[in-house]
């Protein structure tokens, strides 16, 4: 059984950083495609970043702009998202996921990702 667990989030001021961390359990971290996406009310949801298999294929959302990183550690089994030079426009819900076996990505298409963790928030202050 794949589970997906976020934690990181907080409460920050403009221009500060956090880093996301989601633990896998029930298969490795680099042998499926992972990312993150994230969330508000009222909004669709958005891929900010995808690792792909190959640990080398990383794709972000046009808004990241170069201040966010996802990365993965096989040993920690852990998928990350650091994030700096956070805007108050980064408000939301982050969640971590991953696609289901046997599937590819597509870039940050959220099709391919069947396991979800629960979210961890963040919200950053101007």
């Known amino acids: 059984q794949v589970v997906l667990v976020e934690s990181g989030g907080g409460s920050v001021q403009a221009g500060g950083s956090l880093r996301l961390s989601c633990v896998a359990s029930?298969?490795?971290?680099?042998?499926?495609?992972m990312a993150w996406f994230r969330q508000t009310p009222g909004k669709e949801r958005e891929g900010v970043g995808v690792?792909?298999?190959?640990?080398?294929?990383?794709y972000y959302g046009d808004f990241v702009k170069g201040r966010f990183t996802i990365s993965r550690d096989s040993v920690e089994n852990t998928l990350y998202l650091q994030m700096n030079s956070l805007e108050p426009e980064d408000t939301a819900m982050y969640y971590c996921?991953?696609?289901?076996?046997?599937?590819?990505?597509?870039?940050?298409?959220?099709?391919?990702?069947?396991?979800w963790g629960q979210g961890t928030q963040v919200t950053v202050s101007s």
């Open positions: 996921a991953a696609v289901g076996k046997g599937k590819y990505c597509s870039g940050l298409n959220s099709r391919p990702f069947d396991h």
């Open positions: 029930g298969y490795t971290v680099n042998s499926r495609c």
């Open positions: 690792i792909y298999t190959n640990g080398i294929n990383r």
